[in-house]
């Protein structure tokens, strides 16, 4: 089955430890992205990949770090979480690539993440 | 700044009249328009998609056109059901996907 698999799916953590949340995708898709979703704030892009070893910033990046080291991997990486990115947290994939490309987004289930 | 807008926060439509969602959009010559639903806690879920160079397309009981004079994408679900109460999303594409806030629809019995 085509999917997006995101994980954890809730986490509840504090402020300053470490934190990845993991995303994989088996539809051999070359772009990927992050994205958060607030109330009255609606998705706001974290970071995007194009391809492999290809990264670029979207509206929000402050604060997290991403890597595409194979291409069905794209780690969502919060250094040093604070609370403010307490956040319900999507990541999304499509295929890119030529003519035929839709840009259509696969999205997972969602990252649901709080930091006190 | 790109800026994306839909037109109502929430949209109560009686059940079996054609709801209508407006995207509109500043700043941006998107290659294309897409449009998706959202139900609560759960991701998004692409719908329709519409190429800059298209007037209008249709799917099922759905129906997008995009003026790219205007900048302005509508949404129209005919007949509508209370199974399309949702969340619907717009979003404009070129190298980055970027969405509008959404707009809450409400099919009513």
């Known amino acids: 089955e085509a999917q997006v698999t995101q994980n954890p799916r809730y986490l509840i953590t504090v402020t300053g430890k470490k934190l990845t949340v993991t995303c994989s995708q088996n539809m051999n898709h070359e772009y990927m992205s992050w994205y958060r979703q607030d109330p009255g704030l609606g998705l706001r892009q974290i970071y995007y990949?194009?391809?492999?070893?290809?990264?670029d910033k979207g509206d929000v990046p402050e604060g997290y770090k991403v890597s595409r080291k194979e291409k069905r991997n794209f780690p969502l990486i919060l250094e040093s979480p604070s609370p403010n990115q307490t956040s319900l947290y999507f990541c999304?994939?499509?295929?890119?690539?030529?003519?035929?490309?839709?840009?259509?987004?696969?999205f997972g289930e969602g990252s649901r993440l709080t930091v006190l | 700044s790109q800026k994306i807008e839909q037109n109502s926060e929430a949209l109560n439509i009686q059940e079996g009249k054609t709801a209508t969602l407006t995207c509109n959009y500043t700043n941006y010559s998107p290659a294309y328009l897409q449009w998706y639903r959202q139900d609560p806690g759960r991701g998004p879920v692409f719908l329709l998609l519409?190429?800059?160079?298209?007037k209008e397309k249709r799917k099922e009981r759905l129906k997008v056109t995009f003026d790219t004079t205007l900048k302005q994408s509508l949404f129209h679900i005919t007949a509508s059901q209370p199974a399309d109460s949702a969340t619907y999303l717009c979003?404009?594409?070129?190298?980055?996907?970027?969405f509008g806030k959404g707009t809450r629809l409400h099919i009513l019995p």
């Open positions: 979003a404009l594409a070129d190298d980055k996907i970027i």
């Open positions: 990949s194009m391809n492999v070893e290809v990264t």
């Open positions: 519409i190429r800059e160079n298209e």
């Open positions: 999304a994939s499509s295929l890119r690539t030529g003519e035929t490309n839709t840009g259509e987004l696969f």
